[in-house]
């Protein structure tokens, strides 16, 4: 699998992606509490990239054996004293379960704190969204608590556990600790 940065191009793709998967997709998405979803996928990408020209976000094509097949996107980029970012993602149904998306949140991370010199990486899941569990349990980021109704998906203010790590943690890089299987063993509130 590779990661680039998204472009205008990629409209159509993620557009057919996105509309043919709404069950896959629907109850995890984020929406807005008093407008309706807006499928305009070009206008969300141009407002994804200005975003980037503005370091506050880098939103990220999935690419699964030369296709496009999800999007990682890396939001609320502070530098300074806090220096941390936040992840969101998905892949299509079609290539899920073969360990893409962990690969593409370990690459990620590792190029946030190495390259990017961040301090810590955030990702917030609903504590329904098991696959989701999975992939930050594969990688042991740490369980930080329950952040209440704290992001409006599918309709509703959804409670999300939140998930960390920061630099000190993983000094000789994310990917390499997983792939060496030397991931800790955590506590997480679903053992
Ligand atoms: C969550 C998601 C990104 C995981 O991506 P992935 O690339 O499949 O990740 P993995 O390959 O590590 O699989 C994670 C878990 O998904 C589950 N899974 C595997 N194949 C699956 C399939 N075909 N259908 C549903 N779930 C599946 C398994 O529990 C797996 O854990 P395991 O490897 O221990 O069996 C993906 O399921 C997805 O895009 N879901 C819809 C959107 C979403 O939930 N985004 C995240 C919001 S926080």
Redesign the pocket.
């Known amino acids: 699998m590779r990661l680039r940065v998204l472009r205008l191009r990629d409209a159509r793709t993620l557009e057919h992606l996105i509309l043919t998967n709404r069950p896959?997709?629907r109850p995890?998405e984020a929406t807005l509490p008093d407008a309706p979803m807006s499928f305009d996928i070009k206008a969300q990408i141009r407002g994804l990239l200005r975003q980037m020209d503005q370091d506050q976000g880098i939103p990220f094509a999935i690419e699964y054996r030369g296709q496009v097949v999800?999007q990682l996107n890396v939001a609320n980029i502070l530098y300074g004293s806090v220096s941390s970012a936040i992840i969101?993602?998905?892949?299509a149904?079609e290539?899920?379960?073969?360990?893409?998306?962990?690969t593409a949140v370990a690459l990620t991370i590792d190029y946030l704190l190495n390259q990017l010199g961040l301090h810590r990486v955030e990702?917030a899941?609903?504590p329904e969204?098991?696959?989701?569990l999975?992939?930050v349990e594969?990688l042991g980021l740490r369980f930080e608590g329950t952040k209440e109704r704290y992001i409006h998906i599918n309709g509703d203010w959804r409670d999300h556990y939140l998930f960390a790590i920061t630099a000190e943690e993983i000094r000789g890089g994310l990917l390499n600790r997983w792939m060496q299987k030397k991931v800790p063993a955590m506590k997480y509130p679903w053992h």
Do not use: Q
């Not at 969101?88 to 892949?91: D, F, S």
């Not at 290539?95 to 962990?102: D, H, S, Y």
């Open positions: 896959w997709l995890w999800g969101g993602y998905w892949v149904p290539v899920a379960g073969r360990g893409i998306t962990p990702i899941i609903r969204n098991t696959a989701s999975r992939v594969k």
